[in-house]
Every structure is written in C-alpha cells, then in structure tokens.
C-alpha cells in the first residue's frame, strides 16, 4: 500500500550533509589530564579534546550553501555595500525598525546601548538578563533586575511560557524606582538563562501596556526570536496557522528596539545588531559604534558576514527548519526526563538545561554543583556543556558571591551540526554519570576575575 509523506512520524533533519569534519575519539584518562589543565574550567579546553560540544548554541551552528554562497557574493566595500543593503532588508523585514546598526556579535550591541542609556542610578528590568547582557548593564553603573514568574525560577514547573515577565513585579518596580530612572525594560525571547523558555505574545503586549502606561520604550533581546515565534505558533491559542514571519513581526511591532546576535537565529558563525527607533538613541549608538566597531554600513563585521546573516534570516523562519529544531531539543530533554535525570521543564527551544541542585543536593551552591557535573560530562564522555548557576551568577560587583536562583547545567544544541545518533550518546553518557551522582564532589575557586567569572575562572576539586 502507499503511504503518503505527510503521514510518517518521523521528523528527519530536513537537510542532508554536503562536507564534515572529524570528531577526534579520546580517553577517560586523556580527558581527565586535559580537565586539570584547563583548571577544571571547560572554556579553557582545545575543541579537538571535545566529542560532543554543547558549551554554546552561539556561532556553532553549520551554514547553508545559500550562506556559504552569500559569503562568495560578500561585497567588502567600506561604505555601502550591496551586502548591507541585503542585510538591512532581511532585518526590516522582520523587526521594522526605523535604525539597524550593525556590530560584530550581541554584547558589542548591548555595550554600545547601555554606554548610551545606563549609568549609575538607573535600572533595567528583564524577564531575565543573560549573563553579557547583565554585565554590560552593572558595567555602566546601572542596576540589572529580573522579573520572570515565579515558575520561570523553579526548574520542574510546568508552564506553557515560563520565559514571562510577571508584569506585576515589573509594575512595582518601576513605581519604586521611579519612572525616570527606567531607560527601558528589556524582555528577551527565548529566555536562555530561564531555561530557553518562551515568552507569548499576550504576555508582551502586558509588558507593553505597563511600558505604555510609564512612557517607557520596550527592547526585545531577540537573540532566539524564531524559536519563540515557533512555540508561540504551537502553544499560543490562535497562532497555530499563522506564518513564523507573521508572528516575529507582531513581536516586533510591540517594541521599540532590539539587540540581536547574529550567531543564533541568523544561523551565523558571527554579526549582530542593534535596532531601535529612537533616532536620539541611534545617533549616539552610530557615534560609539564608529568609535569601538567601524563605519555604520558594516559595523564589525566584513560584508561576507552580513550575506550570511542576510540569509540565515530567511532560512530560520522555515516551519521544516524549526519543527526539526525544536522537535530534537526535546527529543533530548525527553529521554533524560524519562530516565529519571532532574531537567528544566517543558525543555526549552536550544537547549536541555540539566538541574544541578536536584542530581546533586549534597553540593551546595557554594561548591558549585553546575561546576562539578559539567566536568563530570566531560570526563565520562567528552561532553562539554556549561554551568549556569552560581559560578556564573553568584558573584557580584562588590566582590562578594551569594547563591545563584538556579544551578543548572545548559547543554545547547548547536545548529544543524549533530545528528540523532550524537544525541543517543549524549543521552547515554549522562544517564550513566546521573546514575553515579552521589559519588560527584564539589569544586572550589582558586583563581578568578572580578566579573564574568565563568569564562576564565580556575577550579580545584574538593
Ligand atoms: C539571550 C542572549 N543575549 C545576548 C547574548 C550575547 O550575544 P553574543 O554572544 O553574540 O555577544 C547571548 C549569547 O549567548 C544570549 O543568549
């Protein structure tokens, strides 16, 4: 009998593999040597020592041949290229904004904003700040604040959009502070260090409500835009048939701006931008952008890198693509779940963020449980994921350290990189290390910067 297409359950990785690269195999004991040499910190290993790299989902993913072609077609000229000008379409397509600067990944554009809009005495409140974007906010004086819901901070709540901001907190926050000391409120989409989980479109127009109802601009960081314009298209009551552009345009006609980074949902290697309206705050912006990362039509990026962007932004809002991308997120998340393995519930569009705290509750967070499981990973089985807990968290500009809300271990999924059979790895090894948890000891500090600790810090095993 014939079956049609349509009907198989199945969902393929709708593409096939035109050029790899080799996964080199190691040891338990190679890997363990190579751990000590990296201070325990898994940013500081060789990519080669690495079989399955899960650290990040930012700039690791694999182009297209239509990127790859764009990166032919780059035209470098200074000042405008063709390739800005495809750039700048792609963009306006989806997020209209009256200005799109283009910089050379998300913190150059969250640095140039909060130069322009932060300082001492101002606050910004998120759903939840990622880690650069909270930095470079505390860098210019100015206060970061989270105001996701409740569920969003308790790793196995059930929520359809745990990524919300809990607009009542946000309300009170700004009547405390006062209006004038809010430049603007920040909701990022999907919310990584939430969990990669949504935000719905309902929620966002409450955000803009109470940004209407303060004068306050609305900012988007809009790294995952598609991923969450995919779950608003699954779980949002009225969206199921709408096209993924459709939704990420109503997401962007509710706010005034945006920072982005081109290596996540521009299926990019590098680039990103920032877009607003305000033409006030885009002259400043364009004025420090000259400064720090070059002329207004290429940022810090070569003309190639925007033809590949350009593309990526065509490419990401295919319903294939994403069906593909989420479905094997959870796929991951899935099997863990069921093998009793603590993960940060429903799983998220990039990545399955494993619950520190509850595999390892005789660590406590000062002995960073995240630390001590994500080297775990990575001596079993080559793993690499990241900590995402108080290690990354937990230290504060005064140079004191407090518990984080959530230890968790990200393990983001890189972009049309690994296949089903790299997952079922994956899956295997950290069941086996799950099973063996309570034999796992915490880890001390001995050597570390005064911010953004997790990238350079060095560890010691207790
Ligand atoms: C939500 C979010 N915002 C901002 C950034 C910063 O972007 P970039 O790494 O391009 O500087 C990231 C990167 O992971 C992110 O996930």
């Not at 990519?47 to 764009?70: H, Y």
């Not at 990166?71 to 397509?93: C, H, K, M, N």
């Not at 409140?125 to 505390?138: L, M, W, Y």
């Not at 980074?261 to 309206?277: C, E, P, Q, T, V």
Request: glycine residues 10%; contains cysteine; negative net charge.
């Amino acid at each position: 009998m014939l079956a049609r297409v349509e009907h198989w359950t199945t969902i393929i990785e709708p593409f096939r593999i035109k050029s790899v690269e080799p996964i080199r195999l190691t040891t338990v004991e190679e890997r363990g040597a190579r751990l000590r040499d990296a201070g325990y910190n898994l940013f500081n290993l060789h990519a080669d020592d690495v079989l399955i790299d899960l650290l990040t989902d930012s700039g690791t993913g694999a182009m297209s041949a239509e990127q790859w072609a764009g990166i032919q077609r780059g035209d470098e000229s200074y000042a405008g290229s063709p390739s800005w000008f495809r750039f700048l379409d792609a963009v306006t397509e989806l997020f209209p904004f009256r200005h799109v600067i283009p910089t050379h990944q998300g913190r150059a554009a969250e640095k140039i904003l909060f130069s322009v809009i932060g300082g001492a005495g101002k606050v910004i409140p998120s759903n939840t700040h990622f880690d650069t974007t909270r930095a470079n906010v505390e860098f210019s004086g100015a206060e970061a604040i989270d105001c996701v819901i409740a569920e969003g901070r308790q790793p196995s709540a059930i929520h359809p959009f745990k990524g919300n901001m809990d607009t009542d907190a946000l309300d009170a926050l700004i009547r405390e502070r006062g209006a004038e000391n809010v430049p603007v409120v920040f909701v990022t989409v999907t919310n990584n260090s939430g969990g990669g989980q949504p935000v719905s479109l309902a929620n966002l127009r409450v955000v803009r409500e109470v940004c209407d109802r303060y004068g306050l601009p609305l900012f988007l960081d809009a790294c995952r835009f598609a991923e969450n314009a995919w779950f608003i298209k699954e779980r949002e009551d009225g969206y199921a048939d709408a096209a993924i552009g459709d939704i990420v345009r109503e997401m962007a006609a509710l706010a005034d701006g945006m920072t982005m980074s081109g290596k996540k949902d521009a299926l990019a290697n590098i680039g990103g931008w920032l877009a607003m309206n305000s033409d006030e705050w885009a002259e400043q912006s364009r004025n420090l952008l000259i400064l720090t990362e070059g002329f207004p039509t290429y940022g810090g990026l070569a003309g190639r890198d925007l033809e590949a962007m350009a593309q990526g932004l065509r490419e990401v809002i295919d319903e294939d693509y994403l069906r593909y991308r989420i479905r094997s997120t959870a796929y991951l998340g899935e099997a863990l779940v069921e093998a009793g393995v603590p993960c940060v519930q429903p799983i998220g569009g990039h990545a399955v963020y494993l619950d520190a705290a509850g595999l390892l509750p005789h660590v406590p967070p000062l002995e960073y449980p995240g630390q001590a499981l994500a080297c775990a990973l990575y001596r079993e089985g080559g793993i690499r994921g990241c900590e995402i807990g108080t290690v990354m968290f937990g230290q504060h500009p005064d140079g004191s350290e407090s518990p984080a809300p959530m230890e968790l271990v990200r393990l983001a999924i890189p972009r049309r990189v690994y296949t089903q059979s790299h997952v079922d790895y994956v899956i295997e090894v950290i069941r086996w290390v799950a099973e063996r948890a309570s034999e796992l000891r915490g880890m001390r500090i001995v050597q570390q910067p005064s911010s953004l600790r997790h990238f350079t810090a060095r560890f010691e095993p207790l």
